[in-house]
């Protein structure tokens, strides 16, 4: 059997998700804008999703946006903020570990010429909260600071920052992406202080396609997109109503048990950092003291980590790299931390969710020992 460890990039679907695909596929597939029955039975799927994530963030659900994903979430946060308030404000903080569909569309509003400030972690992973309200001030339009780093399980100080920036500059716009913490850190949209939340429907066991935007209340995002009237013309097309619904049937399957599944993925976590301890050639570089338990990243030193990943593939066992989006480039996290060369060269991931067990853990840390012993070292 398959030993997966790489949640971080995609959750295998639970059945109450896949369910829901299956039922809105083939029973209530009618368009949510038609005005019959199937039509109001499909608008119905998608108020009760909306609730269903509301309910997770604690919030009110005319605050969520459906979108295609945190990609999509993210782009449009960034851009629609910066076309309604970048105007006279010219500055943009983010931290320089930021998922790429954060810093991709930073690096483009820097070249359309907005300033864009980026806070770099220490050799833990750690961001100075310090160090980025420092860099805030009059000019600065928006902030942008992820929840849990998705390379190292970094927790970062986003209540502390956004806080901080708001009693000093409230007109200042601020945009937590939570994909990694949500459903597995506990927290209150109004906790982050943040004025917009993207979360993904499949980190949390639903389908790929469907993710949600936080907004509050008062927050003006232009649409990336114009068309129709739907989601308050907030993100307009017809809306994937089996996608959505397998976003809400997997919140409301995955919610009660947030605090029993962080506890499981702390101890996971903890056995697996002790395995590891115990090979000499390994490193470990989630090092922050706020982390979260459902990601490792470690180094085996002396092995690329393609080379290392391709070997635990071909025996079935699968973890990652780096985020999926860099489809095995360099991290630019790691290269933030200013790890030296050779734990940088050798980084992987591995990453837990609800289905872990310590049966995967155990065959991980066989086969990296394997590994290591009969793959080929690169020469310093």
Same mark, same amino acid.
């Given at each position: 059997?398959?030993?997966?460890?790489?949640?971080?990039?995609?959750?295998?679907?639970?059945?109450?998700?896949?369910?829901?695909?299956?039922?809105?596929?083939?029973?209530?597939?009618?368009?949510?804008?038609?005005? $019959?029955?199937?039509?109001?039975?499909?608008?119905?799927?998608?108020?009760?999703?909306?609730?269903?994530?509301?309910?997770?963030?604690?919030?009110?659900?005319?605050?969520?946006?459906?979108?295609?994903?945190?990609?999509?979430?993210?782009?449009?946060?960034? +851009?629609?903020?910066?076309?309604?308030?970048? =105007?006279?404000?010219?500055?943009?903080?983010?931290?320089?570990?930021? $998922?790429?569909?954060?810093?991709?569309?930073?690096? $483009?509003?820097?070249?359309?010429?907005?300033?864009?400030?980026?806070?770099?972690?220490?050799?833990?992973?750690?961001?100075?909260?310090?160090?980025?309200?420092?860099?805030?001030?009059?000019?600065?339009?928006?902030?942008?600071?992820?929840?849990?780093?998705?390379?190292?399980?970094?927790?970062?100080?986003?209540?502390?920052?956004?806080?901080?920036?708001?009693?000093?500059?409230?007109?200042?716009?601020?945009?937590?992406?939570?994909? #990694?913490?949500?459903?597995?850190?506990?927290?209150?949209?109004?906790?982050?202080?943040?004025?917009?939340?993207?979360?993904?429907?499949?980190?949390? $066991?639903?389908?790929?396609?469907?993710?949600?935007?936080?907004?509050?209340?008062?927050?003006?995002?232009?649409?990336?997109?114009?068309?129709?009237? #739907?989601?308050?013309? +907030?993100?307009?097309?017809?809306?994937?109503?089996?996608?959505?619904?397998?976003?809400?049937?997997?919140?409301?399957?995955?919610?009660?048990?947030?605090?029993?599944?962080?506890?499981?993925?702390?101890?996971?976590?903890?056995?697996?950092?002790? =395995?590891?301890?115990?090979?000499?050639?390994?490193?470990?570089?989630?090092?922050?003291?706020?982390?979260?338990?459902?990601?490792?990243?470690?180094?085996?030193?002396?092995?690329?980590?393609?080379?290392?990943?391709?070997?635990?593939?071909?025996?079935?066992?699968?973890?990652?790299?780096?985020?999926?989006?860099? =489809?095995?480039?360099?991290?630019?996290?790691?290269?933030?931390?200013?790890?030296?060369?050779?734990?940088?060269?050798?980084?992987?991931?591995?990453?837990?969710?609800?289905?872990?067990?310590?049966?995967?853990?155990?065959?991980?840390?066989?086969?990296? #020992?394997?590994?290591?012993?009969?793959?080929?070292?690169?020469?310093?």
């Amino acid at each position: 059997m398959a030993v997966y460890l790489d949640n971080a990039a995609t959750t295998k679907p639970c059945e109450a998700a896949v369910e829901a695909v299956i039922n809105n596929i083939t029973l209530d597939y009618g368009n949510p804008s038609s005005l $019959h029955k199937l039509g109001l039975k499909a608008e119905e799927v998608i108020r009760e999703s909306r609730k269903a994530v509301a309910a997770a963030l604690v919030c009110e659900p005319d605050c969520v946006y459906f979108t295609s994903g945190a990609t999509e979430s993210n782009n449009t946060a960034l +851009f629609g903020i910066a076309a309604n308030y970048g =105007k006279r404000r010219k500055k943009l903080v983010i931290t320089a570990v930021e $998922h790429s569909s954060v810093a991709a569309p930073a690096k $483009h509003l820097e070249d359309m010429g907005y300033e864009v400030v980026r806070i770099y972690p220490d050799s833990s992973g750690e961001i100075s909260a310090d160090e980025f309200i420092a860099a805030v001030d009059e000019n600065t339009f928006m902030v942008s600071c992820m929840l849990v780093n998705n390379e190292t399980g970094a927790i970062h100080p986003v209540k502390r920052i956004f806080s901080a920036v708001k009693r000093s500059f409230p007109e200042c716009v601020t945009h937590c992406d939570a994909v #990694q913490g949500f459903m597995k850190i506990p927290f209150k949209a109004a906790d982050l202080c943040a004025d917009l939340i993207t979360v993904s429907g499949h980190k949390i $066991h639903a389908v790929k396609g469907a993710g949600a935007l936080f907004v509050k209340k008062g927050t003006r995002v232009a649409p990336l997109i114009y068309g129709g009237g #739907q989601e308050k013309g +907030f993100r307009p097309g017809t809306e994937s109503v089996p996608l959505i619904a397998a976003f809400g049937a997997a919140v409301n399957s995955m919610r009660p048990g947030i605090k029993t599944a962080y506890s499981n993925a702390e101890e996971l976590n903890r056995y697996l950092r002790k =395995k590891l301890e115990k090979l000499p050639f390994v490193t470990i570089n989630s090092r922050a003291e706020s982390i979260s338990p459902y990601i490792l990243n470690f180094s085996a030193e002396g092995v690329r980590s393609e080379t290392m990943l391709h070997y635990l593939e071909s025996n079935e066992i699968y973890v990652s790299s780096g985020s999926a989006c860099s =489809k095995g480039a360099k991290s630019p996290v790691i290269a933030a931390m200013k790890l030296k060369d050779s734990l940088a060269d050798s980084a992987l991931r591995a990453s837990f969710s609800r289905m872990t067990t310590y049966g995967d853990i155990d065959m991980l840390v066989k086969y990296l #020992q394997l590994g290591y012993e009969s793959l080929a070292k690169v020469k310093r």
